[in-house]
């Protein structure tokens, strides 16, 4: 079974920092492209962070300079680094790639989810 799964999530305070991890597992050779999105309280899900395969990124404004999206090929872990977390922040976070499976085909998978609370 492929699956992406989130974890990292949790509490923190204004200022402080966390560090999410999406691991890919199952019969897959690799991530291509990957991203972090996130679902805050009564709003829609938005993109936050992407990777390309090359390592390329892009950030939402809203995270510029504070969230780092990073990765590891031979792991096929995609990493979030988030600092300075403001309230704003609060949200479910999501692990989306394209996964090169072993039975062929490149496909899109979401994890489950991570919660992340900012708050004093």
């Known amino acids: 079974q492929v699956q992406l799964v989130e974890s990292g999530g949790g509490l923190v305070q204004p200022g402080e920092s966390l560090t999410l991890s999406c691991a890919a597992s199952g019969s897959i050779l690799s991530v291509n492209n990957a991203g972090w999105h996130r679902q805050g309280p009564g709003k829609q899900r938005e993109l936050v962070a992407t990777?390309?395969?090359?390592?390329?990124?892009n950030y939402a404004d809203s995270v510029k300079g504070r969230f780092t999206i990073s990765r590891d090929n031979a792991k096929n872990m995609v990493y979030l680094q988030m600092n300075s977390l403001k309230p704003e922040d609060t949200a479910v976070y999501y692990c989306n790639a394209e996964l090169w499976r072993t039975w062929g085909g490149l496909h899109n998978y979401w994890g489950q989810g991570t919660q992340v609370t900012v708050s004093s």
């Open positions: 990777i390309s395969s090359g390592g390329n990124t």
